[in-house]
């Protein structure tokens, strides 16, 4: 098949649905198809998903391509997974049956363990080892709850039945019918079990979190063949899955951020900033982590990141909890019309704050309102809030690393805010990048795979097209006064809160 005859299908499958893209052999984006998935809520808040709906889900989005023009599937050459992080699930190794539902990154049921003195005490070495903060957040105290509370994990570990992974590597499993059951450093990364220089399993942090070691996948490159499917039939052949990794890595390789002190901002519900450090751990401040960006052909790069909790989620509370908009799209008018001497501050701690505050009783805050306060004024605060909380977290990684920052590449709905963008821009004092490709973390899965395949040479990863530039404008004594208001505002709020 000549190379120009071929297509590149990357899957996303992130919090809140799958999506399947369909790349031409230049690189440009042809289709894409998108499914969500139920988000299971209980009364305690625990969220989890339904593996086997996620499944189905990426065997629907692939359908949907195929199904409106047959002829790729003789066409589509290989895969490249990105997956939402963290998110950890059991199932049967002889029949990939589900043990459980998905245990989400968002839930915190693993609490409990990790605020256990023994467990605390650990927490300096468990840093040491995998370069992160003693968390419930990541998948190692969600698999302890795994194991204390579903007795099928534990009777399958007794019989060498038993498979855990993140959704890369159960994806991996499902789509080769357990042929191959393998994950990559940088979700394993972000699992609080691997040993961040070894780049494999650590047997005494396996222990402490009561992980049966056996049950977890192997870790390979990130742009190694992971195994081959066909999509359960839709594909006329097998191809191989050449690639994955974490959604959040993911878009940092979609935006081409390969050298290290490039640094990528993703706006979601939450944001995850991170930056490319290269190929050594650095130490770093409180409040961001280290992990593995990917590996390729044996080469490692590391990331430093640091995660807000909610920051372009908070339009969506300005719409459906206060009722002040009816769409986000109005959010830039109103901003905009704001009276320039309102001095008001949205803290919005709405499930307490992240990095580089970790304070979860803390609650949100609107301070500093007058009578010029009104609506206008309270959604800018709102917006204002997303870029300062971003700043905060780019000061952090700034003084980990003695790596120059020149420009911060973005992605997300919310970049297409250019008040957002702009103010974001005078803040943290750099140039903004905005690919005019939304899909970053699908886009960069799919890359890897064919620049592992030899479809596209490493240099598709520096051309973009239509993208778009903000550059700082702001007077820089105006910015600072408004940081140390910004500063203030978490201060009283935090001080309220406890
Ligand atoms: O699915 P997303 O895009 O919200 O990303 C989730 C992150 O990977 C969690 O760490």
């Given at each position: 098949m000549a190379n120009d005859d071929v297509y590149v299908l990357g899957i996303d499958q992130s919090t809140q649905g799958t999506k399947a893209l369909l790349f031409d052999t230049q690189g440009k984006l042809i289709d894409k198809a998108a499914l969500p998935h139920r988000q299971i809520i209980n009364e305690r808040g625990y969220v989890e998903h339904d593996l086997n709906e996620i499944a189905s889900n990426v065997i629907g989005v692939v359908k949907t391509l195929i199904d409106k023009d047959s002829s790729r599937a003789q066409k589509i050459a290989t895969v490249g997974l990105s997956v939402q992080r963290e998110t950890v699930g059991a199932w049967r190794k002889s029949t990939l049956e589900p043990l459980y539902n998905a245990i989400v990154w968002q839930c915190a049921r693993g609490a409990e363990f990790v605020s256990r003195p023994e467990v605390k005490a650990q927490a300096k070495r468990i840093r040491e080892i995998t370069g992160l903060e003693l968390s419930e957040y990541f998948s190692a105290a969600k698999i302890t709850w795994l194991v204390d509370n579903v007795p099928e994990v534990k009777a399958c570990a007794e019989r060498n039945d038993l498979c855990i992974g993140n959704m890369d590597s159960f994806l991996v499993s499902f789509l080769t019918h357990g042929r191959s059951f393998a994950t990559e450093p940088s979700n394993a990364s972000r699992t609080q079990l691997m040993d961040l220089k070894a780049l494999s399993w650590s047997e005494e942090l396996c222990s402490l979190f009561k992980v049966p070691l056996s049950a977890l996948p192997e870790i390979k490159d990130s742009d190694s063949e992971f195994g081959f499917t066909d999509f359960n039939g839709l594909l006329k052949h097998e191809i191989p899955i050449h690639a994955a990794i974490g959604d959040s890595q993911g878009a940092l390789f979609g935006h081409g951020c390969s050298k290290p002190g490039q640094v990528k901002t993703t706006y979601g519900t939450g944001s995850s900033i991170m930056m490319n450090s290269g190929d050594r751990v650095s130490s770093c401040e409180h409040g961001i982590v280290n992990s593995v960006g990917w590996r390729r052909q044996g080469r490692t790069t590391y990331v430093l990141e640091g995660n807000i909790n909610y920051s372009a989620g908070i339009i969506s509370y300005l719409k459906d909890d206060m009722q002040l908009i009816a769409d986000p799209s109005e959010t830039e008018a109103l901003a905009r019309a704001a009276n320039p001497n309102d001095r008001s501050y949205f803290v919005p701690a709405l499930s307490g704050l992240g990095a580089?505050?970790?304070?979860?009783?803390v609650r949100g805050s609107i301070l500093g309102i007058s009578r010029l306060t009104g609506k206008k004024e309270i959604v800018r605060a709102a917006l204002d809030s997303i870029a300062y909380q971003v700043s905060d977290i780019l000061s952090l990684i700034r003084k980990s690393s003695d790596v120059q920052i020149t420009q911060l590449c973005v992605d997300g709905g919310a970049t297409k805010n250019s008040y957002l963008m702009q103010f974001q821009s005078d803040l943290v004092r750099l140039p903004l990048k905005v690919p005019s490709d939304a899909e970053l973390s699908g886009k960069g899965a799919a890359f890897m795979a064919a620049i592992a395949m030899e479809i596209y040479d490493e240099i598709i990863l520096d051309q973009h097209e239509n993208e778009s530039f903000f550059e700082p404008v702001a007077d820089e004594k105006e910015i600072s006064e408004k940081v140390e208001g910004w500063h203030k505002a978490i201060a009283s709020t935090i001080e309220y809160g406890l």
């Amino acid at each position: 098949m000549a190379n120009d005859d071929v297509y590149v299908l990357g899957i996303d499958q992130s919090t809140q649905g799958t999506k399947a893209l369909l790349f031409d052999t230049q690189g440009k984006l042809i289709d894409k198809a998108a499914l969500p998935h139920r988000q299971i809520i209980n009364e305690r808040g625990y969220v989890e998903h339904d593996l086997n709906e996620i499944a189905s889900n990426v065997i629907g989005v692939v359908k949907t391509l195929i199904d409106k023009d047959s002829s790729r599937a003789q066409k589509i050459a290989t895969v490249g997974l990105s997956v939402q992080r963290e998110t950890v699930g059991a199932w049967r190794k002889s029949t990939l049956e589900p043990l459980y539902n998905a245990i989400v990154w968002q839930c915190a049921r693993g609490a409990e363990f990790v605020s256990r003195p023994e467990v605390k005490a650990q927490a300096k070495r468990i840093r040491e080892i995998t370069g992160l903060e003693l968390s419930e957040y990541f998948s190692a105290a969600k698999i302890t709850w795994l194991v204390d509370n579903v007795p099928e994990v534990k009777a399958c570990a007794e019989r060498n039945d038993l498979c855990i992974g993140n959704m890369d590597s159960f994806l991996v499993s499902f789509l080769t019918h357990g042929r191959s059951f393998a994950t990559e450093p940088s979700n394993a990364s972000r699992t609080q079990l691997m040993d961040l220089k070894a780049l494999s399993w650590s047997e005494e942090l396996c222990s402490l979190f009561k992980v049966p070691l056996s049950a977890l996948p192997e870790i390979k490159d990130s742009d190694s063949e992971f195994g081959f499917t066909d999509f359960n039939g839709l594909l006329k052949h097998e191809i191989p899955i050449h690639a994955a990794i974490g959604d959040s890595q993911g878009a940092l390789f979609g935006h081409g951020c390969s050298k290290p002190g490039q640094v990528k901002t993703t706006y979601g519900t939450g944001s995850s900033i991170m930056m490319n450090s290269g190929d050594r751990v650095s130490s770093c401040e409180h409040g961001i982590v280290n992990s593995v960006g990917w590996r390729r052909q044996g080469r490692t790069t590391y990331v430093l990141e640091g995660n807000i909790n909610y920051s372009a989620g908070i339009i969506s509370y300005l719409k459906d909890d206060m009722q002040l908009i009816a769409d986000p799209s109005e959010t830039e008018a109103l901003a905009r019309a704001a009276n320039p001497n309102d001095r008001s501050y949205f803290v919005p701690a709405l499930s307490g704050l992240g990095a580089p505050y970790f304070n979860g009783n803390v609650r949100g805050s609107i301070l500093g309102i007058s009578r010029l306060t009104g609506k206008k004024e309270i959604v800018r605060a709102a917006l204002d809030s997303i870029a300062y909380q971003v700043s905060d977290i780019l000061s952090l990684i700034r003084k980990s690393s003695d790596v120059q920052i020149t420009q911060l590449c973005v992605d997300g709905g919310a970049t297409k805010n250019s008040y957002l963008m702009q103010f974001q821009s005078d803040l943290v004092r750099l140039p903004l990048k905005v690919p005019s490709d939304a899909e970053l973390s699908g886009k960069g899965a799919a890359f890897m795979a064919a620049i592992a395949m030899e479809i596209y040479d490493e240099i598709i990863l520096d051309q973009h097209e239509n993208e778009s530039f903000f550059e700082p404008v702001a007077d820089e004594k105006e910015i600072s006064e408004k940081v140390e208001g910004w500063h203030k505002a978490i201060a009283s709020t935090i001080e309220y809160g406890l």
